[in-house]
Structure formats: C-alpha cells, structure tokens
C-alpha cells in the first residue's frame, strides 16, 4: 500500500517558509558571536595575582638582610692618647754628669741624695720612692737608688757583687745600652743590682724585687739621662 501524506494545509506551509528564512540568520549569529569572542581574547590580556600586581607586596617579599646590608656612618672613635715614650740610652758629648733615672714606677720621684758610702769617697748618688717613704733606708722595697762615681771606676760595683754572693747571689747576663753586663739577684732579700759604665763614670743601680722584675731594672739603667749635660 502506497504511503499517503498528510495533505499540506496553507499554515503549514507558511511556517515552513518562516522556518527557512531563520536558519541562515541563527547561523550568522553563531558566527558573529565566535568573532567577538575571538577579538576579546586576543585585546585583553589575562588579568595577574593581586600579588603580583601589587608593587608593596613586591617589597615585602625582600629578606630583612637588604635593608639592613646598606652602609651605615659610625662615628670614628677618637685615638686613645699614648704614654710619653721614654728615650733610651741618651748620651750627648764625652763628659758624663749626675743622672736621673726616668723609667721609674708611677709616683715614684727623688727623695734623697745618698751621701758617700764608706770607702768610696767619689761615690754618690740618689733614692727614688713614692711619696711618703722614709730614707734611710737607702734600699729596700719601695726604694731604688743610683749609685754613681765619677771618674768611672767599677770597685763599687764590684763590692756590692761580693756582698750578694754571699747571700748566694745569682747573676743574670743582660745588656745596657749596648754593653754587656750582669743583674745580681739576691733571692732571700729581694735585692737586685745592674752596673754599667756612662763615659766617664761607672753607675749602680739598686732595686726590690717587691717593685721591679730584671727587665724592668734593665729598662730603668737604660732610661738615666745627664740633669745638667
């Protein structure tokens, strides 16, 4: 049996043309809208982190050692004011006079002069203390004495080498001013003794070990400088 349509009514007909007429307009706006979407992707860039676009979060994220590695100014501290050097075997012309012994403990100053001891009638000199001390005692702790003879001559120096020896004295090699010489120490009483030869006079110096160590004394001897040259 043949299939027979349903007859065409004129309604059905006019929607049909209606429907035609349509398909090609949506087809345009499909496309369109694909143009714009298209135009829009490529004009407006992808928006960034807020982190990212935000210049102090770029700050914040520096280590705290940059801001601190900057150089700073500081002050320059003052120099510390140096003690007087003292000057050294300080010898002007051929002729020697008195001495003064300037490396001395602080406070320590003349305080007597020693009269001529027995026997050595051209030797004479003077004691250095703190303020205060008795003399007599010529030697002894808190005293150091010069002994000097003029013209130069070592027989003091040699009597007080054989009065340590007694006390079981010990020698110690040192150098004053370039010449070689002996400290004798004298270890139950402390006593430490240097002679030397200034030109034309010979010199002796006595000192403690209560106040001086051998190199201190050594200094000392080198520190004597003419009063009046």
């Known amino acids: 049996m043949a299939f027979q349509g349903r007859p065409l009514t004129r309604l059905t007909l006019a929607m049909r043309d209606i429907g035609a007429s349509l398909i090609p307009r949506a087809v345009r706006l499909v496309i369109l809208g694909a143009g714009v979407v298209a135009a829009?992707?490529?004009?407006?860039?992808?928006?960034?982190?807020?982190?990212?676009?935000?210049?102090?979060?770029?700050?914040?994220?520096?280590?705290?050692?940059?801001?601190?590695?900057?150089?700073?100014?500081?002050?320059?501290?003052?120099?510390?004011?140096?003690?007087?050097?003292?000057?050294?075997?300080v010898r002007q012309g051929s002729a020697a006079f008195p001495g003064v012994v300037e490396a001395r403990p602080d406070g320590w100053f003349g305080?007597?002069?020693?009269?001529?001891?027995?026997?050595?009638?051209?030797?004479?000199?003077?004691?250095?203390?703190?303020?205060?001390?008795?003399?007599?005692?010529?030697?002894?702790?808190?005293?150091?004495?010069?002994?000097?003879?003029?013209?130069?001559?070592?027989?003091?120096?040699?009597?007080?080498?054989?009065?340590?020896?007694?006390?079981n004295g010990k020698p110690i090699a040192v150098t004053v001013c370039g010449e070689a010489t002996k400290v004798w120490l004298t270890e139950s009483t402390g006593e430490v003794i240097?002679?030397?030869t200034d030109r034309d006079k010979s010199d002796v110096l006595v000192a403690n070990t209560a106040d001086f160590t051998v190199q201190e004394l050594v200094d000392s001897a080198e520190s004597v400088y003419d009063c009046c040259g």
Not at 112 to 133: C, N, R
Not at 154 to 160: L, P
């Open 40 to 89: 829009c992707s490529t004009t407006i860039p992808p928006s960034a982190p807020a982190s990212d676009s935000t210049p102090s979060n770029s700050v914040s994220t520096l280590p705290s050692t940059t801001l601190t590695a900057l150089p700073t100014s500081t002050a320059v501290p003052t120099a510390m004011a140096l003690p007087t050097l003292i000057s050294r075997c």
């Open 111 to 167: 305080q007597s002069e020693i009269a001529t001891p027995p026997d050595f009638p051209t030797t004479g000199g003077q004691v250095y203390g703190p303020h205060g001390v008795e003399v007599p005692p010529r030697e002894g702790p808190s005293r150091l004495a010069l002994y000097e003879t003029f013209p130069a001559n070592d027989a003091y120096f040699t009597s007080r080498i054989e009065q340590s020896r007694k006390r």
């Open 194 to 196: 240097v002679g030397w």
